[in-house]
């Protein structure tokens, strides 16, 4: 039995498995509620707790006496009806180990069915192939496989974590989604007959047609060329940051080269926050954060590199010189856009996932690995529009970030290219902000 308790991976074997069963709650727990309840029994109709569902399986797994491979799979069934929780349910397997078959059930396919792992082909030849788990079909009748495209996969992950109780429970989800996608891309086969074959067949024809270096190029060029793009050591950005619970609040969004950068919006008081500046911002060594009605709050560690790494992507442009390495995953989407995907290495350390339109080769959005408040580590979305030229450069004057517990607009309605004296930067002053 395996767990995972306080980010670590905990296993019971042998004498450390007493009880031969595993619910919702940790081992412990359960296994505490099971002596104590040794006779405990549950009602499938009814919704009872998870340690009286395992108590339940564990008392059965222990009066369990093999007979024919058919009777044990019909106990492990009948094991199963009893914990279930009634409509929540949505499937149930059976592992036959000995004669290597999957027995499994369905809400809407009650039937048993199995899959005979016998039959399967497991050497790395080729794409992924899966089989609809929810088909109709006769305990007799084989599953039937088809080959796993990016497409299919995408609709699948978009239809689970879309759903409005994956939202409430777990936040948004979807800048995962874009993850799991592009991590897959990096998958190959190691045959020798088949070497570099992707594993997910890509919705796009014609994938990886142009090198990294080719498209960093056209983006350059679409932004307004590497001259105009040099001359720019600095801009100052207004507009209006839109969160979900909270419109129309005036921020304004200031860089300059190499490395510096500050956010700051003025927010009215709310549901979720409190009225006051809302800050964060680098000089290039320190980096700070500043919520409302609270202090100025030097970063450090992780949080620090990950703010001086974001201040040199300036305007939002990737400079070649910048990167140690580049990679086309190929074509795919990104919001609806046919896109080129780009892993990059940039010399601070950080990778990014980077995503250009296949048409205007203009930046639609980035993804990457970020740390929030409390050193937790989420996947951010970033996505790029609306483009406008200001001082001879293309800026995207709407941008949106969104995370598992953030979201994000800022739309900007002016840019003042240079100018800035490094001054700007200067970090306030410790407890500044606080009380407001």
């Not at 001359?231 to 005036?250: F, H, I, T």
């Not at 560690?301 to 990167?323: N, Q, V």
Request: with cysteine; glycine share 8%.
């Amino acid at each position: 039995m395996i767990e995972f308790l306080d980010g670590k991976m905990a296993s019971r074997r042998g004498d450390s498995l007493p009880y031969a069963a595993l619910a919702n709650d940790t081992y412990k727990a359960s296994a505490a509620h099971a002596k104590a309840h040794p006779e405990a029994q549950v009602d499938a109709a009814k919704n009872y707790p998870s340690v009286d569902r395992f108590a339940c399986a564990a008392g059965r797994a222990a009066a369990f006496q093999p007979g024919t491979p058919e009777q044990d799979v019909k106990y492990a069934f009948e094991t199963l009806a009893k914990v279930a929780q009634g409509n929540y349910t949505v499937w149930r397997l059976v592992y036959d180990v000995t004669g290597r078959q999957i027995h499994y059930r369905t809400r809407s396919q009650p039937q048993e069915r199995v899959l005979d792992l016998k039959k399967l082909d497991f050497t790395c030849r080729g794409p992924v192939h899966y089989f609809d788990l929810r088909a109709a079909a006769s305990k007799t009748e084989e599953p039937q496989f088809d080959t796993l495209s990016e497409t299919k996969h995408r609709q699948y992950l978009e239809h689970y974590l879309t759903q409005g109780w994956v939202k409430q429970q777990l936040g948004d989800m979807t800048p995962l989604l874009d993850a799991s996608l592009a991590n897959l891309r990096t998958y190959r086969v190691s045959e020798p007959d088949s070497a570099g074959a992707i594993v997910l067949i890509p919705e796009m024809n014609g994938a990886g047609s142009l090198p990294a270096e080719e498209i960093l190029k056209k983006a350059l060029e679409a932004r307004g060329g590497s001259e105009a793009a040099a001359k720019v050591r600095s801009y100052r950005a207004e507009g209006m940051l839109d969160l979900p619970w909270l419109k129309n609040s005036p921020f304004e969004m200031s860089a300059m080269r190499p490395d510096k950068s500050r956010l700051t919006a003025e927010l009215k008081a709310s549901k979720r926050t409190k009225e006051g500046r809302f800050e964060h911002g680098t000089d290039g060594k320190s980096a700070w954060d500043m919520q409302p009605g609270g202090p100025c709050q030097q970063l450090q560690g992780k949080r620090l590199e990950e703010m001086r790494h974001e201040a040199r992507f300036f305007a939002e442009i990737d400079e070649p010189a910048d990167c140690q390495s580049a990679t086309c995953l190929g074509e795919t989407t990104f919001e609806g856009k046919r896109c080129y995907l780009l892993r990059l290495a940039k010399k601070s350390g950080q990778e990014s996932l980077h995503y250009f339109d296949a048409k205007t080769f203009l930046l639609a959005g980035t993804l990457e690995a970020t740390t929030l408040a409390q050193n937790i580590s989420v996947w951010m979305k970033s996505s790029y529009s609306e483009y406008q030229a200001f001082g001879g450069l293309q800026f995207a004057t709407r941008i949106r970030a969104n995370s598992q517990f953030s979201d994000a607009t800022l739309r900007i309605q002016s840019v003042e290219v240079n100018g800035l004296d490094a001054s700007v930067f200067k970090m306030p002053a410790a407890g500044a902000g606080a009380g407001r």
